[in-house]
């Protein structure tokens, strides 16, 4: 007998078939069958036994073999046995949630298409060009540089522009996924999530576009179907999935106004039937019971040809995708010839081409077998293309699905779970408790056996009980039972060694099933005493990490596909509608999605950095901080705006300012000291040669004294010369005078 709708039709063909509201029930219709595959019955099965034992007490006393053995004896009456459950399942769970809500998981979308890499070379150009002209006309340098952030040197501008270097498109993007995660309540849903993932060893999330807004929310895996030839562990590969729920009439009619009267009728007549049981799989885990209308959404991979060619970016670039569709902003007009003759001889001369590309179709519905007799067909709510659909926007051929998957472990459609192998385990340890409690409630302690034939008739029983209870001697007459052993003996129903050894058992037990999950006491925290050696807690916690750490990778995988979900389909949502999106990233931010014609093809890739939560974070941030600038790395300005609000990124970023702004201070003051240097050097020059200058002319002046010594004393020579020559002549004059007169006297 079949657990959910038993569909007996074929898969239409995708080809040569018209898509209309027939294929897409057929279609829907025929991936349902994979919801009574035997792999999937025993993965819904485990689901709900491990969300039992989760819940503890009764929940964990659900298997016939339990009950039958231990609380009905041979002949079927009830044993005086309680149901006694030690709940170690649900502490392993919440040990997975505790971790995923003190764990921070940071996204951040990295812009992975070419115009991301045509901005950056752009900008760096630019920069580059200013640098040139700086050097060009240095009596514009400094004006240059205080407009625009550039180096000495060409080598200088381009590490100020990798340091600096911001795209302003990843800025707003991330603003804009930010805000999407705060308004689903991304931590909420990632709890949601964990412990799905740890009960059933599947995590889910969605996202969806309603009424001009994304949203997104966890999903429950009983209520998940995929195509169970998948291979990978995340089920992108599957062919189809879907999920199924329960909706009351009033929803249905509200969130669904196209549907007919009879289809209303018929809905509002099985919803007032409260006998009706709901779905015969979960009845006792769906605890709402009758009037609720059951509807299926289904997801399909499909093909659609489209028309595809050569066209340019803003930058002038050549790329090949998607022309003429309501999803792409270029036609035919926009067409180039292919740029390589390869490209033209596989466009066969033709600037365009027809592609077979992915798309993905659905349709959500009630099968006319939910509804029984109250309806013959189909209700059909919605079918179609998807809106929205994720996939890369200049290569449209790979969509995927709304629903976010990965499977803590998994292989050829098999799901297992981390609780798996502790049910066992737990069912032992619950049958042990119960056996010693029933040997506990038979004991009665114990007491002293007398032999009627050996009490004296005359004192009686009461006389000997009385010596007893005073530790009197008490007389016997051994006449009758040979000796006083064979007279007197004791009676005991104690507890014994038996049972004790029980709690043995049970302890051996409850720490293999700490080695299977990988969660040991000093994990939980409830590993006690003061004498527990600080290594061996260490060693513990450190063994159940690495155990633990594929739990992790499953979560932080799905998170990592919900954001870029968010980031793909969520910029396309709010494109078309800006107002929101003004109020998510600002005027500037929606300018900068919305006005670049491209904006629709540039492709994000998230990642996700797997941190401590807010509080320890920052934490740890306050005593980086204070490392910073003892060190001299950070100064106290900085250091205060950031102090018990920041992360490790924030400080990190803070630092390589605030170190560029010392380089350039270093800088300055090298430019500074030099100037100082060559003032300095042309005052020591200028003094040097008016030292020189007055040297020359004390020479000068020397030199024009000692001349005039000289002169003064050639003068005295020529005097004294003169005199002597004057001297001398009047001595000839008078010899000769003499000579006259003595020859006239002759």
């Not at 381009?158 to 270097?165: A, L, P, R, T, V």
């Not at 059909?380 to 995927?400: C, I, R, T």
């Not at 992790?552 to 919900?562: E, G, P, R």
């Not at 204070?626 to 992360?647: E, H, I, K, V």
Request: proline share 3%; with cysteine; charged share 25%.
């Amino acid at each position: 007998m079949p657990l959910f709708v038993n569909t007996s039709t074929q898969r239409p063909s995708r080809l040569g078939t018209k898509k209309d509201k027939e294929y897409h029930v057929k279609y829907a219709r025929w991936t349902l069958q994979g919801m009574n595959h035997p792999l999937h019955r025993n993965f819904v099965t485990k689901t709900l036994t491990n969300w039992s034992f989760y819940k503890g007490g009764d929940g964990q006393w659900i298997f016939d073999e339990d009950l039958e053995g231990f609380f009905l004896d041979e002949s079927g009456d009830v044993r005086n046995r309680l149901k006694i459950a030690k709940n170690l399942i649900r502490p392993m769970v919440e040990q997975y949630v505790g971790n995923a809500i003190r764990l921070s998981f940071n996204a951040k979308a990295k812009a992975t298409s070419d115009f991301a890499i045509n901005r950056r070379d752009l900008e760096l150009s630019r920069l580059l060009f200013y640098n040139k002209a700086a050097e060009a006309i240095p009596q514009f340098a400094d004006a240059i540089k205080d407009s625009v952030p550039i180096g000495e040197t060409e080598i200088e501008t381009e590490e100020i522009f990798e340091n600096s270097w911001v795209d302003t498109h990843e800025e707003d993007i991330n603003n804009l996924v930010q805000f999407i995660a705060n308004e689903i309540e991304i931590d909420e849903i990632k709890v949601q999530i964990t412990k799905n993932l740890a009960i059933s060893g599947l995590g889910l999330y969605k996202g969806f576009e309603q009424n001009g807004r994304y949203l997104g929310g966890w999903v429950d895996p009983l209520f998940y179907y995929w195509d169970l030839s998948a291979r990978r562990s995340d089920l992108r590969d599957a062919e189809y999935m879907g999920e199924w729920y329960y909706l009351d009439a009033p929803s249905v009619f509200e969130r669904y106004q196209n549907l007919t009267k009879d289809e209303r009728e018929a809905i509002e007549k099985y919803s007032l039937n409260e006998s009706i049981e709901i779905h015969r799989m979960v009845h006792n885990y769906y605890t709402v019971s009758g009037g609720k209308i059951p509807v299926y959404e289904a997801y399909w991979k499909d093909m659609e040809e489209h028309e595809y060619g050569y066209v340019e970016d803003n930058y002038k670039y050549p790329f090949f995708t998607r022309i003429n569709h309501p999803d792409s902003p270029y036609t035919d007009k926009d067409l180039i010839e292919p740029p390589t003759k390869m490209n033209k001889a596989l466009k066969k001369g033709q600037k365009k081409a027809k592609v077979y590309v992915d798309v993905l179709r659905y349709c959500i519905f009630t099968p006319k077998e939910e509804i029984g007799v109250t309806s013959s067909v189909d209700i059909v709510y919605e079918f179609g293309e998807v809106p929205y659909q994720q996939k890369q926007a200049l290569d449209p051929s790979n969509v995927e699905f709304p629903y976010k998957a990965y499977c803590w472990s998994y292989d050829k459609g098999e799901v297992l779970s981390p609780l798996d192998d502790a049910i066992q385990p737990q069912r032992f340890i619950n049958r042990l408790l119960s056996v010693a409690e029933s040997h506990i409630n038979n004991s009665r302690g114990s007491g002293t056996v007398i032999s009627k034939d050996a009490v004296d008739p005359r004192d009686g029983e009461e006389a000997v009980m009385r010596n007893i209870n005073t530790s009197k001697p008490i007389f016997l007459d051994t006449t009758r039972t040979g000796s006083v052993q064979n007279a007197v003996g004791t009676y005991g129903s104690t507890i014994g060694s038996g049972t004790m050894a029980l709690f043995d058992v049970i302890n051996t037990m409850q720490g293999a099933m700490q080695d299977i999950t990988g969660i040991n006491e000093a994990m939980t925290g409830t590993q006690g005493g003061k004498d527990a050696l600080v290594g061996v807690i260490q060693s513990q916690i450190q063994r159940g990490s690495i155990v633990q750490e594929p739990f992790y990778y499953a979560l932080t995988s799905i998170l990592t596909q919900a954001f870029q979900h968010m980031t793909t389909v969520g910029k396309r949502v709010y494109i078309e509608n800006p107002r929101r999106l003004a109020m998510m990233s600002g005027d500037g931010g929606m300018n900068n999605i919305i006005l670049t014609r491209d904006s629709e093809l540039e492709d994000f890739k998230i990642f996700i950095e797997r941190s401590e939560d807010e509080a320890t974070a920052i934490q740890s941030g306050n005593a980086l901080l204070f490392t910073l600038l003892q060190a001299g790395m950070l100064d106290a300005p900085r250091f205060a705006n950031l102090y018990n609000r920041s992360d490790s990124d924030d400080i990190a970023r803070a630092m390589r300012e605030y170190q560029k702004e010392l380089l350039e201070a270093s800088k300055m003051q090298q430019q500074q000291q030099a100037q100082q240097q060559a003032g300095m050097q042309q005052q020591a020059e200028g003094m040097a040669q008016l030292e020189n200058a007055q040297a020359q002319e004390m020479m000068q002046s020397q030199a024009e004294e000692k001349q005039l010594d000289r002169d003064a004393e050639m003068d005295k020579i020529k005097a004294k010369e003169g005199a002597k020559t004057e001297r001398e002549k009047i001595k000839m004059d008078a010899e000769a005078s003499a000579r006259v007169e003595n020859a006239i006297v002759k």
